[in-house]
């Protein structure tokens, strides 16, 4: 595994040059775009464009005359895009779902002559030439910058430049590797990843004792059947008040117990092989707080189910490389979980289904919550991706998995054929 550092800096710009660099962004993420359009092919993967010199030899010249762009720059547009594609390639080559790459961040790959480093500032190519811009280095020393990027140990490779709309700061995320004496790369590169996540989000209920963004159901019929049965038997050997029918009475509950564990590990299990096969990396639940007061027709041996199911799941998911989040609760029952809808009101709902009163969307109640649970964690973590500038995140999108495909913030897409 090759020693690679990402430093991330925050860029000092002067006002007059912000619109060069959005004009740049616009230009640069118009040339990936264009490249996966030409290297991406939906019928066949062995028709799709993996490598850059075929690329290049066939878009280059076309994106340089058609934008502002210096080489570099229009260089590293067409290199993200075919290594997106040939990543997606992989995946479609493992049957996993795929689609062509698409890129719509506020975010450039800058390499060692669309950016030269000084030690306080830095010179970067914009569709107006070049501009220079300051550091904000943090006061404690020595900093990532410091010590990765003008270390003599560690070679500036390429970095990201990334916009934060939220408070119109510009970063600098600058990616280093780590070299021996003679200026040799000590190992090769081996992953790039993405921090692409793909959420099923899990919806727990009454009705259903849990139902996935992917429109499966774990039904709380034989739960609630057996867990009437358990009460009918006690209650009978109750009335008996013998100590032979208590003695009984002990062994029924420990039986019980035994019982209602086993039932949830088998639907933990289930939740967690759905999530494998349906190529997930988190599966999100939603927070149990006030779960009695948000669940009125819940009792305690739901509420017990729930927290033994999370606990499970939490358990078991990170044996077969599955996260598990969750998060707090809001209307996942009364929103509308169509991405360009999300009207949330109570009459929304009506008992098992759910019938959005501003746009007619029409589903189970319970689907339509697990897809608000996916959703709301999706939400929450670009947030947090967009306004951390240590995350690297802006080519990190996060998609909910439903039935036959993905929902993320533009909307529905399906899996394509494989
Ligand atoms: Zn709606």
Redesign the pocket.
């Known amino acids: 595994m090759e020693v690679r550092r990402t430093a991330p800096v925050k860029l000092v710009v002067p006002d007059e040059y912000h619109d060069d660099l959005h004009e740049t962004a616009e230009q640069f993420r118009y040339c990936a775009n264009e490249a996966s359009d030409y290297c991406w092919d939906n019928t066949s993967y062995e028709d799709c464009i993996t490598s850059n010199v075929p690329a290049r030899n066939a878009l280059y010249d076309r994106l340089r005359e058609e934008t502002s762009l210096t080489a570099n720059l229009v260089q590293e547009a067409i290199r993200r895009a075919v290594h997106a594609v040939d990543s997606g390639v992989d995946r479609w080559k493992k049957g996993k779902r795929t689609n062509k790459p698409e890129f719509t961040s506020w975010s450039m790959v800058y390499d060692k002559r669309s950016a030269t480093f000084y030690r306080n500032k830095i010179s970067l190519s914009t569709v107006n030439g070049r501009i220079e811009c300051d550091f904000e280095l943090p006061a404690d020393s020595p900093t990532p910058y410091e010590e990765y990027v003008l270390s003599e140990g560690y070679e500036f490779r390429t970095s990201t430049l990334q916009y934060d709309q939220a408070t119109n700061e510009f970063y600098f995320h600058v990616k280093t590797r780590k070299v021996d004496g003679d200026g040799d790369a000590i190992e090769i590169e081996v992953s790039d990843d993405t921090g692409h996540q793909t959420v099923l989000g899990i919806d727990l209920g009454v009705n259903s004792l849990a139902v996935a963004s992917t429109g499966t159901f774990w039904s709380g019929d034989k739960y609630d059947h057996w867990i009437r049965e358990f009460e009918k038997r006690r209650a009978k050997m109750q009335q008996r008040g013998t100590q032979a029918a208590h003695n009984a009475v002990l062994r029924l509950g420990k039986r019980e117990r035994a019982w209602r564990k086993q039932y949830i590990h088998t639907v933990a299990n289930e939740m967690v092989s759905e999530a494998v096969a349906q190529d997930c990396d988190v599966i999100v639940f939603e927070e149990l707080t006030d779960i009695r007061e948000r669940l009125p027709h819940a009792d305690w041996h739901h509420v017990w189910a729930f927290r033994r199911l999370i606990e499970y799941v939490e358990h078991k998911a990170p044996h077969r490389g599955v996260a598990v989040e969750q998060v707090e609760p809001a209307h996942t029952s009364q929103r ?1 979980s ?1 991405t360009d ?1 999300g ?1 949330t009101h109570e009459d929304n709902r009506d008992g098992e289904q759910f019938q ?1 009163l ?2 007619g ?1 029409e589903i189970n109640a319970d689907y339509n919550g697990a897809k608000n649970v996916g959703l709301r964690y999706m939400r929450k973590r670009q947030h947090s991706l967009r306004s951390s500038p240590t995350s690297g995140g802006a080519d990190a999108p996060v998609d909910v998995r439903v039935t036959g495909g993905t929902l993320n913030g533009d909307g529905y897409r399906p899996i394509a054929d494989s």
Do not use: E, G, I, T
């Open positions: 509308c169509r809808c009207f959005c501003k746009c969307y």
